[in-house]
């Protein structure tokens, strides 16, 4: 499996407060992806990265920030989070090739009060 | 990126052949058809990809049509474990978004 560590796995928060999900990889890979995934609904795109303070919006990407300081973190921020951002986040790494698949991490169970 | 259409859910006899197929008549000639799949609500996992000619692994097999416009998964000997949801991505450039569809819910029965 690729190195990829997210965390927390499971968090409860309260609406309003700040909150920072962590993506790390131990891969080296350049580009990395952020996405929902809510009951029902398919995974959907909220940033990306595709080198070292280069990011760029997905299809969800309102309420939601990032930052790629070093290679292999990627956070993302809820600046204050609602109900609505309830959901379960996936991180994805993919290598520079071109024809390179996604790799996934185990996902952050996120709670908004 | 081109636009996959897949049926939203498929059943199949445990031990047969699973056969996912995928639509994606605005492929461009460079561009990659990928499979993934999410079982429960774990991480998708990347199953298999190709550009035109089939390929296999130890997973499933991939078949491309000769005018690239639709693709089928094949899952050679299906298992209960196979119950999965299915998606099909087509192309995407390197620096590009990668944007998932619907997929197809693929339901082995004993």
């Known amino acids: 499996d690729a190195g990829i560590t997210q965390s927390p796995r499971h968090k409860v928060t309260e609406t309003g407060t700040p909150v920072t999900l962590r993506c790390h990889q131990t891969?080296?890979?350049?580009?990395m992806y952020w996405y929902r995934q809510d009951p029902g609904h398919g995974l959907r795109l909220i940033h990306y990265s595709y080198g070292v303070k280069d990011t760029d919006k997905g299809e969800v990407s309102d309420g939601y920030s990032v930052s790629r300081s070093k290679t292999e973190d990627f956070l993302l921020t809820l600046e204050s989070a609602t109900s609505s951002q309830t959901s379960v986040y996936f991180c994805?790494?993919?290598?520079?090739?071109?024809?390179?698949?996604?790799?996934f991490g185990n996902g952050t169970r996120l709670t908004v009060t | 990126d081109a636009k996959t259409t897949q049926p939203p859910s498929m059943d199949c006899a445990e031990g047969r052949a699973a056969n996912l197929p995928c639509n994606h008549s605005t492929i461009s000639g460079n561009e990659y058809v990928y499979w993934y799949r999410q079982i429960h609500s774990q991480g998708p996992q990347y199953i298999i990809h190709g550009l035109k000619n089939n390929e296999t692994n130890e997973m499933a097999s991939l078949i491309i049509t000769e005018d690239r416009k639709s693709s089928t998964l094949i899952l050679p000997h299906a298992t209960l474990r196979d119950t999965a949801v299915y998606y099909c991505?087509?192309?995407?450039?390197?620096?590009?978004?990668?944007?998932f569809g619907s997929g197809t819910r693929l339901s082995i029965r004993p």
């Open positions: 891969e080296n890979h350049r580009y």
């Open positions: 994805a790494i993919r290598d520079r090739a071109r024809d390179s698949p996604l790799h």
């Open positions: 991505i087509a192309g995407y450039s390197s620096a590009s978004k990668i944007i």
